[in-house]
């Protein structure tokens, strides 16, 4: 199984941009679905973007849209999740999530539902404050 982690996270002041990576360690994302998921200090968890590597599709919730954009690298051992214009509602901890998905079923809004991944990272903590 697949393990992530992930890095990037910061202090950042507000209207400043941040990219986020994920890491497979000892592992590539071929044939995965991989999404961006956020918690902020008191709330629940909720999804930010997401792709499915196989096949090169991101997807993303509506504030996220313009602002935030999802990739990989050439050897789709990393997805980044690029956040720029970012305010105060952005803080929070952000976590990847994988499941190998050759059926390539986990697509659209499915990319930013948590229960369809089933390995986690750490997470990492980005702060928006002035």
């Known amino acids: 199984q697949v393990q992530l982690v992930e890095s990037g996270g910061a202090l950042v002041q507000p209207g400043g941009s941040l990219r986020l990576a994920c890491a497979a360690r000892?592992?590539?994302?071929?044939?995965?679905?991989v999404g961006w998921f956020r918690q902020a200090p008191g709330k629940d968890r909720e999804g930010v973007s997401g792709?499915?590597?196989?096949?090169?599709?991101?997807y993303y919730e509506d504030f996220a849209k313009g602002r935030f954009a999802v990739s990989t690298d050439r050897g789709k051992t990393l997805v980044y999740l690029q956040m720029n214009n970012l305010n105060s509602e952005d803080t929070g901890v952000y976590y990847c999530?994988?499941?190998?998905?050759?059926?390539?079923?986990?697509?659209?809004?499915?990319?930013?539902?948590?229960?369809?991944?089933?390995?986690w990272g750490q997470g990492t903590l980005v702060t928006v404050s002035s």
């Open positions: 999530a994988a499941r190998r998905n050759p059926q390539q079923t986990v697509v659209n809004s499915a990319l930013t539902n948590p229960e369809m991944f089933n390995t």
């Open positions: 792709i499915h590597v196989g096949l090169d599709l991101p």
């Open positions: 000892g592992h590539t994302f071929d044939d995965y679905a």
